[in-house]
């Protein structure tokens, strides 16, 4: 694979790369780079996982080693699952299921593994040292919190230090997340100038938009409120239901159902099949450019969501006969309760 196959496999579906220059350097000196990506283990994984996963196997495909850190101290931080760490661990294997069965091929780290090294927290200290109070708060929105929010917890101010310290423990040449993860990994590039430590490259996706059109913080799905997201092992009748229900203005800009078509129907399919009756126009094959030419004028929302549910229960349908055959870990966390 040349070089421009592998920059275009790192830019496919990338909602920015900061930078893309230091991206062609980089696969231009080495054939087996290292990435990482962090996820809280905090509940059941929805849909905007899989833009991540996907992102993942495009990694490796251009030749990235992939390291998934399961961040568990971190989310004991932010308060995920009540606080409890042996809830979080246990989601943490889970979570491992849920890659599995996403066809993810990366190695796993747990958070607990890099804690233990004193090397690390003289990497968190030498960070926090080199970042003003003012930062640190700012990239609180990282783990979905105010700046207030430190007022009553401080080990909070801890979370962005800890996660700039992750990039640099691993030792990777990228760091991989989604948009929201953004001033953690720009925090990671200001201090390695700051400290003489290697520079991250950032890899971001976008974010898919709630269902609801309520989850407004960042208009992004949230595992805490399931009627926002559809999650990947949900059933057939469940994906229709949510996808059903769903917010789907007349106007493709701000549209979660468009964002589920760009991101994750696109991604497996060069069109999208839309099935009506003759006396609605009859059955159409459009590609993404063409689906936004169409909707809402030539399209009914109503026949849109059919078809985006339709192509969901196809695409997530490996995930489910995964979970039919290992239903260990993910019946194992139903009890458990989602606190954020």
Request: net charge neutral; aromatic share 8%.
């Amino acid at each position: 694979m040349d070089l421009n196959e592998r920059v275009a496999l790192v830019k496919n579906n990338a909602e920015e790369i900061v930078t893309l220059e230091e991206l062609k350097v980089l696969l231009e000196t080495n054939e087996h780079p290292a990435a990482y990506v962090g996820f809280e283990p905090s509940g059941f994984v929805h849909i905007g996982f899989l833009v991540c996963a996907n992102k993942i196997k495009d990694l490796v495909k251009a030749g990235f080693d992939v390291t998934i850190l399961l961040a568990d101290w971190h989310a004991f931080i932010n308060d995920k699952l009540g606080g409890s760490m042996e809830n979080i661990r246990k989601c943490g294997k889970y979570m491992q299921d849920c890659f599995s069965s996403l066809g993810v091929n990366a190695k796993f780290v747990y958070a607990s593994d890099l804690i233990d090294k004193k090397e690390y927290w003289e990497k968190v200290i030498r960070i926090a040292k080199n970042s003003s109070l003012a930062r640190i708060r700012r990239a609180m929105t990282i783990m979905g919190r105010k700046e207030s929010d430190a007022e009553t917890d401080s080990s909070k101010l801890m979370y962005p230090s800890m996660q700039a310290a992750d990039i640099f423990e691993l030792n990777v040449d990228a760091a991989l997340g989604g948009m929201d993860q953004r001033k953690a990994h720009m925090l990671a590039r200001d201090v390695s100038e700051k400290l003489g430590w290697k520079k991250p490259i950032a890899i971001h996706t976008s974010l898919l938009g709630s269902l609801t059109g309520t989850e407004r913080m960042e208009s992004k799905m949230s595992k805490s409120s399931p009627e926002s997201c559809v999650f990947i092992h949900d059933s057939e009748n469940d994906i229709k239901r949510k996808i059903g229900e769903a917010y789907c203005p007349m106007e493709t800009a701000g549209n979660p159902v468009i964002d589920i078509c760009k991101h994750i129907v696109f991604r497996e399919h060069e069109t999208i099949i839309i099935e009506r009756p003759e006396k609605y126009g009859g059955n159409l094959s459009l590609t993404y450019d063409e689906l936004l030419k169409v909707y809402p004028k030539e399209l009914h929302p109503a026949d849109l969501k059919n078809a985006v549910s339709k192509h969901l229960i196809q695409i997530l349908e490996p995930v489910r006969e995964y979970f039919k055959k290992n239903p260990g870990n993910l019946e194992m966390i139903k009890g458990f309760t989602i606190t954020r």
